[in-house]
């Protein structure tokens, strides 16, 4: 009797749905990801099933623009803030929309060290003195987050195609924010 | 012709420079059943709806308004607060300023919660004020907003009307307008295109119509586009 087969598909989709469920949760936990995440999935269903895909990967497109432009605007003798400004407040914007929790709050964090203006309402001399290093750091940091969210999504997208490829169904997260 | 919501589908019109938003609220939108259309700034916004720059220039010739916008009924407009060039808050004025496009509801989004924002918004005549990102369960609380104004539009126009009343219900100026429209209507043998559009209204102003090619009192026989 054939049971082999399909015992061995139900089987491994299983371990895969449990795998993407702990993956998916310790990503959570860590931060890396917030309740707008799941917001986007609940929009994917049989008519859109590329939907989070597709968000996902203008989310890479973009914030990769934008931190290439940030990189050379930086670089330039006469920075320019207002440029900067704009920029992390754009990918804030998108980090936000896709619920990358981490970016965002380094692009926040990023905003308020680097509003040239604002520099004396902190005490430090440091920011006053060095506001391009601050500026600096601060790209760092959100280069950093980005970068880690990426390849953390890169392989939660990898298993739910992996899901769907042995048959199985990907698990609905539930949204705890 | 009039893309009328007959079938019982709002169309909203979505503004919001980022691609990821319009994506997102695109989503969002088709979800909950609405017909959506995307732009990515304030202009194209006041474009798609029709307007044209100086409502006084629809007295002085008989501007060529391309088909489109006058075909298309926009039951809400929702915009992000912050864009280049032309803000949502700016948006929200014009729309508010123009004789035609004042009665469409306009929702307002935004990633910052700022309070004098939010109430300058809500005072400028926006109907709610939402933080982004936008969530499944904000978009539903767009609909009230939608039904209340076609139910409105609905109660006050007469059955093949070429010309729409909207304003404050039952006030003296409206009830010689609705007589006015009536007789107008009976005394035009063609059935013009562009009524049920709720963006080209009837303005309670003295003399302004929003459609430039019939002028209001004088003419009864209905000019073609």
């Known amino acids: ?177 | 012709m009039g893309m009328a919501a007959a079938d019982g589908q709002f169309h909203v019109l979505a503004v919001d420079d980022s691609l990821i938003d319009r994506k997102l609220i695109e989503r969002l939108l088709k979800t909950s059943s609405f017909q959506v259309t995307t732009v990515d700034s304030g202009s194209k916004a006041l474009e798609f709806l029709g307007w044209h720059g100086s409502e006084r220039n629809m007295f002085n010739e008989t501007s060529i308004s391309p088909k489109i916008h006058q075909e298309v009924e926009v039951n809400l407009v929702i915009t992000d607060y912050c864009m280049p060039g032309m803000t949502g808050y700016d948006l929200l004025k014009k729309i508010k300023e123009s004789a035609f496009l004042r009665d469409i509801p306009v929702v307002i989004m935004s990633s910052e919660n700022v309070p004098s924002r939010i109430t300058r918004c809500l005072e400028e005549g926006a109907e709610e004020f939402f933080l982004k990102p936008m969530k499944l369960s904000d978009v539903n609380k767009l609909r009230p907003h939608m039904m209340r104004t076609k139910f409105k539009n609905e109660n006050e126009k007469p059955e093949k009307e070429e010309i729409i009343t909207i304003g404050e219900a039952d006030s003296d100026m409206e009830k010689i307008q609705r007589a006015q429209s009536l007789q107008q209507h009976n005394n035009n043998n063609d059935n013009d295109d562009d009524n049920n559009n709720n963006t080209k209204r009837k303005s309670m102003d003295e003399g302004l119509s929003p459609d430039r090619t019939r002028p209001r009192y004088s003419d009864l026989t209905v000019m073609s586009n």
């Open chain 1, 1 to 177: 009797m054939e049971i082999g087969g399909e015992y061995l598909e139900i089987l491994g989709s299983s371990i895969l749905m449990t795998d993407y469920l702990e993956y998916s949760n310790a990503l959570f936990r860590e931060g890396l990801l917030d309740g707008q995440f799941i917001q986007l999935q609940m929009l994917r269903d049989d008519s859109n099933p590329d939907f989070v895909v597709e968000v996902v990967t203008l989310f890479f497109e973009d914030s990769q623009r934008i931190l290439n432009e940030l990189s050379k605007t930086l670089d330039e003798q006469n920075v320019d803030f207002k440029k900067i400004d704009a920029n992390v407040h754009q990918l804030k914007g998108s980090s936000s929309s896709i619920g990358a929790q981490r970016v965002r709050n380094a692009c926040i964090a990023f905003r308020s060290f680097c509003d040239a203006q604002d520099v004396e309402s902190y005490g430090f001399c440091f920011f006053v003195l060095f506001p391009d290093q601050m500026c600096l750091r601060c790209l760092q940091q959100v280069k950093q987050e980005y970068l880690l969210v990426k390849n953390k999504l890169e392989a939660l997208l990898r298993l739910e195609q992996q899901i769907v490829a042995a048959g199985g169904v990907v698990p609905t997260l539930n949204d705890v924010s």
